[in-house]
């Protein structure tokens, strides 16, 4: 089976621009989450879907971050507009559930704000 | 909330020698712990999982966890590592803090295997 697919694999913008990132689940996964990595640190959460459906949206920063699930297939994540605060590694992961399901994670997004 | 700790950001080790990388988390309540590895330039994989049952654990590779639910601990073990384990360590933790089962996740443990 085909894994996550995450696009782009880098990204380098400037303050005040938008990015988009998007990521292809495994096919028949229901729940999608985005999570963050800053250099060094922890991965943390951002958000959670099931299927079309934000489940959890708790670690969402603030609102220039918006993720969508269309049709319940792939999710983008926009940044509009971007700070420097917000490089790093984005990740998407999938699983089939239930609760205790591992993840599936992508390579990841690298987002450079400059 | 749940909280892991992962202490050591750097692990070197020979070829051949044991390792142990730590992870302690915080929880209240019944968890499901998980290690994950990142090669380079790849994503996270599973290495395994506690669920419930055995608290001794063993994964892909040779790596071995055992959950200690007394000292909060989920420690992952190999009696002999190669070169090919170099890759970044996360141990994650879930349970049903707020409602929810989202897994969180440690800053990872770097293990760097020398020839």
């Known amino acids: 089976e085909a894994g996550v697919t995450q696009f782009p694999s880098h990204s380098v913008i400037e303050k005040g621009q938008t990015v988009t990132l998007r990521c292809d689940p495994i096919s028949g996964h229901d729940n999608l989450y985005w999570y963050r990595r800053v250099m060094g640190k922890e991965i943390k959460f951002l958000l959670h879907?099931?299927?079309?459906?934000?489940?959890?949206e708790s670690g969402m920063p603030n609102n220039r971050f918006l993720a969508e699930r269309t049709g319940g297939t792939y999710s983008t994540l926009k940044v509009q507009p971007a700070e420097l605060e917000d490089s790093g590694v984005y990740f998407c992961?999938?699983?089939?559930?239930?609760?205790?399901?591992?993840?599936?994670f992508g390579n990841g997004t690298r987002l450079t704000v400059t | 909330a749940q909280s892991v700790t992962q202490l050591d950001s750097q692990v070197p080790v020979f070829e051949e020698a044991p390792v142990e990388l730590r992870c302690n988390y915080s929880?209240?309540?019944?968890?499901?712990l998980f290690w994950y590895v990142q090669y380079p330039n790849q994503g996270l994989q599973l290495l395994l999982k506690?669920?419930?049952?055995?608290?001794l654990v063993k994964g892909i590779n040779g790596f071995e966890a055992e959950f200690n639910k007394s000292q909060t601990s989920f420690h992952l073990r190999k009696p002999s590592v190669h070169i090919s384990d170099t890759a970044e360590y996360f141990c994650a933790v879930s349970d049903m803090t707020g409602g929810s089962y989202i897994p969180t996740f440690g800053r990872g443990t770097s293990l760097i295997v020398h020839p």
């Open positions: 929880s209240s309540v019944s968890v499901y």
């Open positions: 506690y669920l419930s049952g055995s608290t």
């Open positions: 879907f099931v299927k079309e459906s934000k489940q959890d």
């Open positions: 992961a999938s699983s089939h559930g239930p609760y205790n399901s591992p993840l599936h």
